[in-house]
């Protein structure tokens, strides 16, 4: 079997939030999320992108919005498989199982955006179907949250608590200089 990288909404819509005052936990993750599709194009191993596109044609996520194209540092090359969804999970409403489990996939390996929305729901339903999955904390955007009672939770502790969530029962944690090194060997 084999191991695909699945970048999850790394689209400019994220930076477009980030510029408008909410900072990230990681502001490098662009930079990690480019190491490891580098690794993973020049091994020669599946890489598998998943864009979200939104319905209220308001959203920057929206298709019809210029913020809802990848990255510079994250865009599908020839031949990489693309996924559109519109919910959370990169599982619902999308054809990523059959994808990935027809090309004999049942490593994943999940970076991209948001840690507690869009990967960490991903990240759950792909350990519930059985693949064996690694969640790159540190090529995760995610952003800072405002609890019922105003409170402002910090980003970095967003992801703690995200990433606290998923290790062991969903997922591996792992960083980026972890799974280099694993692509390397």
């Known amino acids: 079997?084999?191991?695909?990288?699945?970048?999850?909404?790394?689209?400019?819509a994220f930076v477009a939030d980030r510029d408008e005052g909410y900072p990230w936990a990681?502001?490098?993750?662009?930079?990690?999320?480019?190491?490891?599709?580098?690794a993973f194009r020049a091994a020669g191993l599946a890489v598998v992108h998943v864009?979200?596109?939104g319905t209220d044609p308001a959203d920057n996520f929206h298709?019809?919005?210029?913020?809802?194209?990848?990255m510079d540092e994250a865009a599908p090359l020839a031949g990489e498989t693309l996924v559109i969804k519109h919910g959370s999970s990169a599982f619902i409403g999308t054809d990523l199982e059959a994808v990935l489990?027809?090309?004999?996939?049942?490593?994943l390996v999940l970076a991209g955006g948001a840690a507690n929305y869009c990967v960490e729901s991903t990240a759950r339903m792909a350990g519930d179907l059985g693949f064996?999955?690694?969640?790159?904390?540190?090529?995760?955007?995610?952003?800072?949250k405002t609890l019922r009672d105003g409170r402002v939770m910090p980003p970095g502790d967003v992801l703690?608590?995200?990433?606290?969530?998923?290790?062991?029962?969903?997922?591996?944690?792992?960083?980026?200089?972890?799974?280099?090194?694993?692509?390397?060997?």
């Open 1 to 12: 079997m084999g191991t695909a990288l699945v970048v999850v909404d790394v689209q400019k």
């Open 26 to 38: 990681n502001a490098d993750a662009p930079q990690r999320i480019a190491d490891l599709l580098a």
């Open 51 to 53: 864009h979200h596109h």
């Open 63 to 70: 298709p019809g919005n210029p913020l809802s194209v990848a």
């Open 101 to 107: 489990r027809g090309a004999g996939l049942d490593r």
């Open 132 to 144: 064996a999955t690694t969640v790159v904390g540190d090529a995760l955007i995610n952003f800072q």
């Open 160 to 185: 703690a608590m995200t990433l606290a969530n998923l290790d062991g029962e969903f997922a591996r944690i792992a960083t980026t200089t972890e799974v280099l090194a694993e692509v390397a060997a």
